[in-house]
């Protein structure tokens, strides 16, 4: 886990690569879900169209069904880009998952909101300028308020990563 601009999933998939483990994608998993037109997918699309948080009973259903198979198949995975709220941490214990470890990529504010803006410009071509920056502050913030509380559940799995020097 980290914030926009960690590369969490470039990360996440060269440890499962390395290790052979599962990789439980859930921003891939949104979007595949959000191609089959149903009401959920139509909730994730509109959800990042106007970049705002996917609702969390959504998430953690389809993350739950991933991670079922995986402990079904007594196969050891990784995932990324879960949890991301506080809901969604709790929601992790009441399915009786104890993480291993969590490892928290941290890079600078400026790094997070260098990615924010043109994630959210490829998004949505017209926004720019300090409308861009509005949109980009408010996700960061967002994001940093959401982590703050599953830091707080997951606080004694938790490995911090400074990866601001490793950046390019």
């Given at each position: 886990?980290?914030?926009?601009?960690?590369?969490?999933?470039?990360n996440?998939?060269?440890?499962?690569?390395?290790?052979?483990?599962?990789?439980?994608?859930?921003?891939?998993?949104?979007?595949?879900?959000?191609?089959?037109?149903?009401?959920?997918?139509?909730?994730?699309?509109?959800?990042?169209?106007?970049?705002?948080?996917?609702?969390?009973?959504?998430?953690?259903?389809?993350?739950?069904?991933?991670?079922?198979?995986?402990?079904?198949?007594?196969?050891?995975?990784?995932?990324?880009?879960?949890?991301?709220?506080?809901?969604?941490?709790?929601?992790?214990?009441k399915?009786?998952?104890?993480?291993d470890?969590?490892?928290?990529?941290?890079?600078?504010?400026?790094?997070?909101?260098?990615?924010?803006?043109?994630?959210?410009?490829?998004?949505?071509?017209?926004?720019?300028?300090?409308?861009?920056?509005?949109?980009a502050?408010?996700?960061?913030?967002?994001?940093?308020?959401?982590?703050?509380?599953?830091?707080?559940?997951?606080?004694?799995?938790?490995?911090?990563?400074?990866?601001n020097?490793?950046?390019?």
């Amino acid at each position: 886990m980290g914030p926009p601009g960690c590369s969490r999933l470039e990360n996440a998939g060269a440890l499962a690569e390395y290790f052979q483990w599962k990789f439980i994608s859930t921003g891939d998993l949104l979007r595949k879900e959000a191609e089959n037109k149903t009401p959920q997918g139509e909730r994730i699309t509109a959800c990042l169209t106007s970049f705002s948080y996917i609702d969390d009973d959504i998430i953690i259903e389809i993350v739950k069904k991933e991670i079922e198979e995986a402990e079904k198949a007594n196969a050891s995975w990784i995932i990324e880009g879960f949890p991301r709220t506080r809901v969604q941490a709790l929601a992790l214990q009441k399915m009786g998952i104890v993480p291993d470890i969590f490892v928290h990529l941290g890079v600078s504010q400026a790094q997070s909101l260098s990615r924010l803006r043109a994630n959210c410009a490829e998004v949505n071509q017209s926004l720019y300028g300090k409308e861009l920056e509005d949109v980009a502050l408010s996700l960061y913030r967002e994001w940093d308020v959401n982590q703050n509380e599953v830091n707080k559940t997951f606080n004694k799995f938790i490995y911090f990563y400074d990866c601001n020097e490793k950046q390019q």
